[in-house]
Nanobody, 125 residues
Framework: VQLQASGGGLVQTGGSLRLSCAAS????????MGWFRQAPGKEREFVTA????????HYADSVKGRFTISRDNAKNTAYLQMNLLKPEDTAVYYC???????????????????WGQGTQVTVSS
């Protein structure tokens, strides 16, 4: 599975961006899709994840209430709507997908199998 992330850019504090992650093939009902981010000099960190059903979503505390993940299985695409952006949200955002994950492993980057190339998000103050 190849993942193509897009939608990053430069935005002012308080602004919004929508990221997209398109998978090269259909993913089955055991697949999660998610987003991690990596700021300069920092470890890649979990942002959010969603199962195939879309019935539950998981967020890092730092983005809860501001970011929303969704997916369109007919298009093999996941989306990340980011609102009320802050300078500390500046990072390269990576989309990821994997099958067979359990809830307790979603926040662990080593548990995810497929990764996109990353898209830069820069929030100016």
């Amino acid at each position: 599975v190849q993942l193509q992330a897009s939608g990053g850019g430069l935005v002012q504090t308080g602004g919004s961006l929508r990221l997209s992650c398109a998978a090269s093939q259909r993913t089955g009902n055991r697949w999660h899709m998610g987003w991690f981010r990596q700021a300069p000099g920092k470890e890649r960190e979990f942002v959010t994840a969603i199962p195939w059903s879309g019935t539950t979503t998981h967020y890092a505390d730092s983005v809860k209430g501001r970011f929303t993940i969704s997916r369109d299985n007919a298009k093999n695409t996941a989306y990340l709507q980011m609102n009320l952006l802050k300078p500390e949200d500046t990072a390269v955002y990576y989309c990821t997908a994997s099958a067979g994950l359990i809830t307790s492993s979603l926040r662990l980057k080593d548990q995810w199998r497929y990764w996109g190339q990353g898209t830069q998000v820069t929030v100016s103050s």
